[in-house]
Every structure is written in C-alpha cells, then in structure tokens.
C-alpha cells in the first residue's frame, strides 16, 4: 500500500478552493492533517466557516480547520473587479458542526509540521499571508516542510492586473516572504491553470450529479466565467485544483525549476512574480519549480473521477 501523504491546505475558501478541497477529501493517498483559512476572496472569517463547511460537506468534520490573519500583511484586500466577483460560499453550505478551533493557523501548522518533521506538504491556495506570518514566527519552519504546493503567480501574464495574479497580489509582501524562504515551492500559476480548463461540457457533468456535491458544485461554480486566456476561448478554471492534483498526480504535468521572486513596490507591475525562465540574466537561486503545462485530457478526466463520485 504506497504510503499517505499528509498535507496542510491553506485556503481564502473561493469557489475552486471549494473543488480542490473536496477533491483532496477524496484521494486515497492524501492524509489531510489541517486547514487553515487566509483573507482573499472573502475575509477571513468567512473563509472561515466556508472551508469549515466544504469539510462537513465532504463528511470530513475530522479535519481541523484554523482561522488566520484578517489580512495581508501590510495592505488592505484588494476589491475584486466587476464580473470577477467570488460567490460567498457560506449562504450554499450548511454550517459545520465540528468544534471551533481558536488555535492561530500559524501555531497550528507549525505543531503539525513539527510533528511530522519534514514530511508535511502544505498546499497554498489563496493568497500567502497565513505562511508568511508562520514563517516569521517560526524560522525553522520551512525546513520543517517537505514542499509547498501553491496556486498563485505566473511566468506570464495576470488575472487581477495585467502584470499580477490575484493570490500573489493580494498579498506580495506575504508571497517574497515565501519565496525568499528557502521553502521547497511547487508554483502553480496562471500559466497552468488556465491550460487546465474544463470544458462546459465537463463542468455541466460535474454539476448534473443529483448529490449534495453536485447542487453545491453547481451553485458555486455557477457565477465563475466561462471563458478563459487572451482568445477568451471556452473553459472553466478552476485554478486551485492544480496543486492538489500536481501533488498526486504530477506525471499530468511538465514545468521547470527557476528563480522567482515577487515586485513589492511596483505601481504597474505590483504583485507580478518574476521569473528568470526566459531571460539570460538568472536570478541566483533556483528557488521554485514553476509548472508551465499540463495534459488537460487527462487533468479533467481525474477531476472528474473525484468529482462525481457520489
Ligand atoms: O487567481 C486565482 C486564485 O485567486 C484562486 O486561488 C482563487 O480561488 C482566488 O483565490
Ligand atoms: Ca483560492
């Protein structure tokens, strides 16, 4: 039997944290040890009682879930564009019956990472506050983590502005904190997420299924545009999904190692991670390894395994 994986998810609890979450309840060889909730899509409270509510939903109250900080660390949650906003996922779950955790997610994930002393996979999937504050705590912490697995950033390219994706923008003070940690980084950015598209089709399927998953699918996802990348061609993102299924299924995907870091002072460029994968001057570190594509028939296809199981 090949051993479980434990894994920490951190979560701003939008709709596609809702399907990557529910999709890690459902792999066999992950061992979900906590989740913590981040500022992002929604505030952190929120955030809170949603990602407490996807788990009742996924028949996981086992799971722990932390609360985080109220917001970046030295900005304000940026207002999400007109068309962009994120469906509040607490009016579509009923709410959690698990006891209320109060531990700070910070200490929480450095006494599960501590315990399992380097083997604890954390997967980042909003913006890197609750990491950054962690890691500022805690020094030794990032080398008491195996890999961070994070959807945020991109080579190319920006989903907030033109230069920035939303995670890294909300908080780019959190994300070079991150990524000047020495943290082993598995950077899972626009540039793949937007290839890992389901089709209409594939997401009508998904949210056809008479079960409570499926009604919540389809209610959460129901607001998400349909449309994705320069050409606007047909696609549903569900951008958070890709470290979770990287982390299990990471033959689905190609990508390489560079050096990344995030500008914190730029007025266009705010936000936006520099990568040296294209230029001839490299930064001094391979500090990441950036995934640039994925095999999109066969990413959807395991999505829709997890996904449709009743
Ligand atoms: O840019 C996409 C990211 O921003 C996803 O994690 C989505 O949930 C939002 O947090
Ligand atoms: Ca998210």
Known sequence: MT?????????????????????????????????????????????????????????REDVPVYPGAAGPLLRSLPERP????SPDLTGLLAPSAAPEETLPAWDALYRAAKALDGALDVVAIGPLTNLAVAFGKYPQLPGLLHRIYMMGGAAMGGNITPAAEFNVYTDPHAAQAVF????????????????????????????????????????????????RGRDLAPGLCLHDLCPVLYLAYPRLFTGREAGVFVETRGTVTLGKTVTDLWSDRPFPVKNTFVVLDVDRDGFAAQVRELLERD
Do not use: N
């Not at 061992?31 to 409270?45: I, N, T, Y």
């Open 3 to 59: 051993e479980k994986l434990p894994v920490w998810i951190d979560t701003d609890a939008g709709a596609d944290d809702a399907a990557a979450l529910t999709a890690a309840c459902r792999m066999e060889r992950l061992d979900l040890r906590g989740v913590s909730a981040a500022a992002g899509c929604m505030e952190q409270a929120r955030a809170f009682t949603a990602a407490r509510g996807v788990l009742s939903l996924a028949g």
């Open 82 to 85: 007109a068309g962009h906003e």
């Open 180 to 227: 000047r940690s020495g943290a082993a980084i598995v950077m899972c950015g626009l540039d793949v997420t937007q290839a890992a598209y389901l089709t209409p089709e594939e997401a009508a399927e998904i949210g056809s299924r008479e079960t409570r998953f499926g009604r919540f699918f389809r209610e959460s996802t129901r607001s998400l545009p349909r449309f």
